[in-house]
């Protein structure tokens, strides 16, 4: 529905009107290599500030825009700054925590994610019938009011030059050459890589083998969106209960069986439950992983947090590439769920001496 207005708005086809998450999402990807290892030199509070400032600009003037051309350049400013303040959150976790709370707060993070992605196709189709431009100005004024609880509430977590002489290279230098830094962005990437091949093409199948039309094929996705909230809030707890290594193998094992099971579900309600339940277990990943890389690079916190979000945008692109490929050369789900089954095999292979208690 977004889309549409967009594209009836700015007189472009519907697909034409997808490159605007390109443009957003290569904007982030790009800066995000040199957001970490800045923040790492010059105060993470300050920098998110700064980007949450800039997207608050950048936002407000996508919603001004009066051309396609101005719409793509502004999203592209959205994703720049936005890439100052995603990973700013996981590299601040373990410096206002400590122990086995590290965790529980990664996945805490993760569900204000996840609720974001369950509610924002709804809630912005719903201010479209409005005006598409409201769900900018919406967004600008939460970028705002967010930015006035962080000044008042986060204290400053200063880590880089003046304390720890490291520079803006240095810190990437840093990252890189660390051999359990680089194992466990290999980790992440290949998880990342089997996720975003299965979300990417559950609403296509649905389509597809099921006969949903976009309605309900939102209603489900809803579902599944709840089941990655779910797991994002029990996420730590269970790390914390079993250890690190314990617990990815219980949570890949359940993985691997569950990802050979939904191709053969016999209807779209057993389909929809069963993704529901991948994405519990899914989610459960991420704080454990996210955790381990903040462990690796103690002094380059949010230079490892963004390579890991560059990480994840490129395993996004290949993703679609190689999913796009198995769900035509494949009946239903079964090359993509097998291709992901392998992937969570092949992070349990990579991540045995990676992901430590």
């Known amino acids: 529905m977004f889309d549409f207005n967009l594209a009836r708005a700015f007189n472009v086809s519907t697909s034409q009107s997808g490159l ?3 443009a957003y999402a290569i904007g982030d990807a790009v800066t995000a290599l040199i957001a970490g290892p800045l923040s790492d030199g010059r105060g993470r509070k300050k920098i998110m500030i700064g980007g949450l400032a800039f997207f608050a600009i950048g936002t407000l003037a996508c919603g001004l825009s009066t051309n396609f051309v101005e719409m793509l350049i502004f999203e592209f400013v959205s994703g720049v700054a936005s890439a100052f303040v995603a990973p700013q959150v996981y590299a601040t976790v373990p410096t206002v925590v400590a122990g086995n709370k590290v965790a529980q707060l990664m996945g805490f993070s993760l569900a204000g994610l996840s609720s974001s992605q369950i509610f924002e196709i709804p809630v912005g189709n719903y201010l479209a019938t409005i005006s598409w431009r409201i769900s900018f100005f919406c967004l600008a004024a939460l970028a705002v009011i967010l930015i006035l609880v962080l000044q008042f509430n986060l204290p400053e977590t200063k880590v880089g030059k003046s304390e720890n002489g490291h520079s803006f290279f240095s810190n990437l230098s840093q990252a890189l ?3 359990a830094a680089r194992e466990m962005l290999v980790v992440y990437f290949v998880y990342t890589l089997g996720s975003f091949a299965t979300i990417s ?4 199948w649905f389509n597809h083998d099921f006969g949903l039309n976009l309605s309900q094929i939102g209603t489900a996705m809803i579902l599944i969106g709840c089941g990655q909230l779910l797991g994002s809030v029990f996420a730590g707890r269970m790390t914390n209960q079993f250890g ?3 617990a990815a193998r219980i949570e890949f094992g359940c993985l691997v069986v569950l990802y050979i099971v939904v191709p053969f579900a016999p209807n779209v309600i057993i389909a929809d439950i069963l993704c529901a339940v991948i994405y519990i277990f899914n989610v459960f990943m991420f704080p454990l992983l996210m955790t381990c890389l903040q462990n690796t690079v103690k002094d380059a916190r949010s230079t490892i947090a963004s390579l890991a979000n560059s990480a994840m945008y490129l395993a996004e692109t290949f993703a679609g590439a190689i999913g796009c490929y198995l769900f035509n050369a494949f009946p239903g789900f079964f090359g ?11 992070v349990l292979l990579l991540g045995n001496r990676s992901i430590q208690d």
Do not use: G
Request: proline share 4%; no cysteine; charged share 10%.
């Open 20 to 22: 605007l998450i390109s």
């Open 177 to 179: 050459k660390n051999p």
């Open 201 to 204: 093409f559950i609403s296509t």
């Open 244 to 246: 690190f290594r314990k």
């Open 336 to 346: 993509i769920a097998v291709f992901s089954a392998i992937m969570i095999i092949l």
